[in-house]
């Protein structure tokens, strides 16, 4: 299969590319296109077959709930109950924006591959006129995770999907940088208080001050299979091992020269600010008081790791404030959990 990228570009005219897009949709084919936060790869929601060509492409177990989304915030309705006076605040504020809804859904409408197991729905409006623009020329729900291979991270620019997937789908959209950078917060609705299942660009400080306290779940996957808890599909983990280390420059420094020693090279991860001078590779992401920077710049600094020929990758932690929560957050993962010690 060709994979063709159609620039969408404010300047230009674009009515073709959506119609292509829309045919390509129709007619039961994926297509990848930019969101706020990562590129999706998206499918009709309520096309059981379709959706199938997503874990397909990806190369993923279709255990896992999708996201659904949406263009307009009238059609929650049309695949969700249960929605809160909570939940109404949030989408009012938030919407569109990074913030998916967990809330119950509507037996029958949602394709079941799209919530498998579970009898809720995750639903999001996202805030990128691309997005917007197809999802509203559509007229259809879209189900769409990242838009990258499993096991790589979440593509924040039309060339990490082409890298992934070309080949393997006939189309993405693209519409330059992702402005968010990791994927949307994920915010279960169904219990009380609400829990954050995945902390984004929505912070659990910007959720309370709406609604009051919410749970956070600390585990350092946030996969949730429900029905089968054993088949978490594995996150994203660098060619290298990666390790978490803090943020003293005197500590990184000493690290990286015991590394030298073991005859290791090192790509260090972290805050502009940092001067290490005898790094083999360095990755800043953005000022440490720029979370949003940080979250932005991650995922590219993560696939230019697997460019070199790094032995090791260290990745110096974030506050966990605001969006350094969900930096923190896949960082985590991605070193699955580990913390360098010499
Ligand atoms: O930013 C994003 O949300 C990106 C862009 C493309 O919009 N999409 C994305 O979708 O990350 P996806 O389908 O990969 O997100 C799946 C995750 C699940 O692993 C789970 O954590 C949560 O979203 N999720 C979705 N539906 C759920 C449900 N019904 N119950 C619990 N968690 C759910
Ligand atoms: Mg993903």
């Keep these: 299969m060709e994979t063709i990228i159609a620039t969408v570009d404010k300047n230009m005219d674009n009515e073709k590319k959506y119609k292509q897009a829309v045919d390509i949709l129709k007619s039961g084919e994926v297509v990848a296109f930019p969101t706020e936060t990562v590129y999706g790869l998206g499918a009709i929601a309520t096309d059981e077959q379709a959706v199938q060509k997503i874990f397909a492409a990806k190369g993923r177990p279709s255990d896992n709930p999708l996201i659904v989304h949406i263009g307009r915030q009238e059609e929650v309705s049309n695949y969700a109950t249960g929605i809160t006076p909570e939940a109404e605040k949030l989408m009012a504020a938030y919407w569109p924006g990074p913030l998916t809804l967990v809330l119950p859904k509507i037996p029958g409408v949602i394709a079941e591959n799209v919530t498998p197991g579970v009898d809720t729905v995750g639903l999001r409006m996202p805030d990128h006129p691309v997005a917007l623009e197809l999802l509203r020329t559509l007229r259809e729900p879209l189900a769409a995770p990242s838009a990258n291979r499993s096991g790589k991270p979440s593509p924040t620019e039309a060339s990490h999907v082409y890298e992934d997937l070309k080949g393997l789908i006939p189309l993405i959209l693209d519409g330059g940088k992702t402005g968010v950078g990791v994927e949307s917060t994920v915010i279960d609705m169904t219990t009380t208080p609400p829990a954050i299942l995945r902390p984004g660009g929505v912070t659990k400080e910007m959720i309370e001050t709406l609604i009051g306290p919410v749970q956070v779940e600390n585990k350092v996957s946030d996969e949730k299979a429900p029905r089968a808890p054993g088949m978490k599909y594995a996150h994203y983990a660098p060619e290298a091992p990666l390790y978490l280390i803090g943020?003293?420059?005197?500590?990184?420094?000493?690290?990286?020269?015991?590394?030298?020693?073991?005859?290791?090279?090192?790509?260090?991860?972290?805050?502009?600010?940092?001067?290490?001078?005898?790094?083999?590779?360095?990755?800043?992401?953005?000022?440490?008081?720029?979370?949003?920077?940080?979250?932005?710049?991650?995922?590219?600094?993560?696939?230019?790791?697997?460019?070199?020929?790094?032995?090791?990758?260290?990745?110096?932690?974030?506050?966990?404030?605001?969006?350094?929560?969900?930096?923190?957050?896949?960082?985590?993962?991605?070193?699955?959990?580990?913390?360098?010690?010499?």
């Excluded at 020269?257 to 790509?267: F, I, N, T």
């Excluded at 070193?335 to 010499?342: L, N, Q, V």
Aim: glycine residues 6%.
């Design 247 to 342: 943020n003293e420059s005197d500590q990184i420094a000493v690290a990286i020269e015991s590394l030298h020693e073991e005859g290791k090279k090192v790509a260090l991860i972290g805050p502009d600010e940092l001067d290490i001078p005898k790094v083999d590779w360095f990755f800043a992401i953005g000022s440490e008081a720029d979370h949003e920077a940080m979250a932005a710049n991650l995922y590219r600094a993560l696939r230019q790791c697997d460019e070199t020929d790094a032995d090791i990758i260290l990745a110096v932690e974030t506050d966990l404030a605001g969006v350094g929560a969900a930096v923190m957050n896949r960082l985590t993962k991605a070193a699955d959990g580990k913390w360098y010690k010499d």
